[in-house]
């Protein structure tokens, strides 16, 4: 049996989207879960658009889309007045998919664990980290199989997804800063009776908010309540229907009927952040790195985004031939955005659970009233969908991201994301959503000869794309450039931009390949 490459610690979506990229890439992977199944409550209810597009190379995203619901609206329901508030019908012309979708985590996991089987790699279940040796030139992890065997494995990476409590962060010596917000919440997967079932609700009160999301399977509601600041209810303690009733009770007015639960639990939230992602050969992703409210429905989502963006980098470092900084640029991209994920779900989460007297009567009094005003502007609903749905994430400062020559002024710079538009007869991200990099060429054919490219691209398993013809004039317009100019993008294995520069000058492209892919 070949070696094992890379050794991904936890088979959640996170653990799975990192094993799954790593497949696509030709990496040897093995991925080990202690739990003997996987999870069949919802935990993780809410796709992003941004987690859609990247998930789009491995295949899975259609069939995500076809078993998920779009959120298009929500109701704030208070003081007996119920108000409508659209949110996702913007029809943003950059992304295939312009809504939140929702869709049951326990689905997620499934889809995903169907594409890593249908390329080759089991999830061993069963299977638990009990130690790990980093004395000699690369990491050897002890794994405990459920008849107590130990195996001893040696690997070139080791990647840990395996969660808030993570054995890799905990053998690995890693910080684990922040705290426990003091409040208690109601989770639960049910059916609800008297509400329309085509949106989101949200029952603002004074001692918090009850919400409902359309979730469809395994059950059609997930509710989620906070109990009253003098309930000292533990997490994990066994909860009954009529308990989850009387608090929904006390939130709607007695007008909703809950019924045939799922699933229920009782749990507290948490804010930390790992104070490092990286020691030597061993990564951290996922809640393993950052864990936070559920507000704006980033955990997950963010998981896989740290999965998208790592195993591309571990795919280029085994080939020996790019520059050591390529597997640093891991944390420098995704550390700010665990602190930025941080900052706002903290802040959203004490405004929408604080029990002091303003608190309170901004909630239930003002919010019910500004809000449909605020958000009906589409400008303002765009600009607040695009920072939740992960479109505005960006590394400009990252040391993978260059911008060359005559780089445009307009369009995305190089870090940003890769805009979707209609080229060649397709678009610019089902050009580039095949695992690898890809060489957008624009403009006039004069500009790029066939023989400097392919010397430059063919070796290093570059995909070129020429964007030449009028047909892919929106295209051009996307991307900050005018009729008849020239320029390139070279867009990254996670879909943003590495390189961009304007005119037909090579140089710098050359320089950076060289540095990057060798």
């Given amino acids: ?9 936890g088979a959640g979506p996170t653990g799975l989207a990192m094993a799954a990229q790593l ?33 789009a190379g491995l295949g899975v995203t259609d069939q995500l889309v076809a078993e998920g619901n779009r ?14 508030v659209p949110l996702f019908d913007l029809g943003l012309q950059d992304t295939p998919y312009p809504y939140l979708l929702m869709l049951s985590q326990a689905e997620t996991e499934r889809i995903l664990g169907e594409r890593l089987a249908a390329a080759g790699v089991p999830v061993e279940r069963g299977v638990e980290l009990a130690g790990l040796d980093r004395t ?19 690997t070139r990476f080791v990647v840990g997804c395996d969660g808030a409590h993570s054995t890799v962060r905990q053998l690995t010596g890693i910080g684990f800063e922040g705290g426990t917000y003091p409040q208690t919440f109601v989770l639960a997967d049910l059916e609800v009776d008297g509400v329309d079932s085509d949106a989101a609700h949200a029952f603002l009160a ?30 994990g303690v066994p909860l009954t229907l009529d308990e989850v009733q009387n608090l929904a009770d006390n939130y709607t007015g007695a007008t909703l009927r809950l019924h045939h639960p799922v699933w229920m639990t009782n749990f507290r939230l948490h804010h930390r952040a790992a104070t490092r992602y990286r020691s030597g050969p061993v990564f951290l992703a996922g809640d393993a790195a950052h864990i936070h409210s559920p507000v704006g429905a ?9 999965a998208v963006n790592l195993s591309w980098k571990i795919s280029q470092a085994l080939r020996g031939n790019t520059d050591p900084a390529l597997l640093d640029s891991y944390e420098a991209e995704r550390a700010p955005v665990g602190r930025m994920v941080l900052r706002f779900t903290d802040r959203a989460f004490t405004a929408a659970t604080s029990t002091s007297p303003l608190a309170r009567f901004t909630r239930t009094r003002i919010a019910p009233v500004l809000m449909p005003a605020v958000l009906t502007p589409r400008r303002v609903r765009a600009t607040a969908f695009r920072t939740m749905a992960q479109l505005n994430i960006g590394y400009r400062h990252s040391p993978l991201s260059a911008q060359g020559p005559a780089a445009p002024r307009t369009g995305p710079r190089a870090g940003d994301r890769l805009p979707d538009a209609p080229a060649s007869g397709t678009t610019l991200h089902e050009l580039t959503a095949p695992p690898g990099w890809h060489l957008l060429l624009c403009g006039p054919p004069a500009a790029w ?13 570059v995909t070129v794309h020429r964007l030449t013809s009028a047909d892919d004039g929106p295209a051009l317009h996307r991307l900050g450039l005018a009729p008849g100019m020239a320029g390139l993008c070279l867009v990254r294995p996670d879909g943003h931009i590495g390189y961009r520069s304007g005119g037909g000058d090579l140089t710098g492209l050359a320089v950076y390949l060289r540095r990057w892919l060798g």
């Fill in 206 to 235: 004074g001692q918090g908010m009850l919400l409902l999301f359309p979730l469809g399977h395994p059950a059609t509601w997930r509710l989620l309540a906070m109990r009253p600041s003098t309930d000292q209810t533990p997490p």
């Fill in 71 to 84: 959120a298009v609206r929500i109701c704030l329901h208070a003081h007996n007045r119920q108000q409508a």
């Fill in 23 to 55: 497949a696509a890439l030709g990496v040897r992977v093995r991925v080990v879960d202690r739990a003997l199944d996987r999870a069949h409550e919802s935990r993780a209810l809410a796709i992003q658009p941004r987690t859609l597009e990247v998930l």
């Fill in 298 to 306: 980033q955990g997950m989502n963010s998981g896989i985004q740290d």
């Fill in 136 to 154: 000699g030139d690369a990491p050897v992890a002890t794994l405990r199989h459920r008849d107590g065997r130990d195996e001893q494995l040696p």
């Fill in 1 to 9: 049996m070949d070696a094992v490459e890379v050794l991904v610690i």
């Fill in 449 to 461: 000869p066939p023989g400097p490219i392919a010397r430059l691209t063919r070796a290093r398993q």
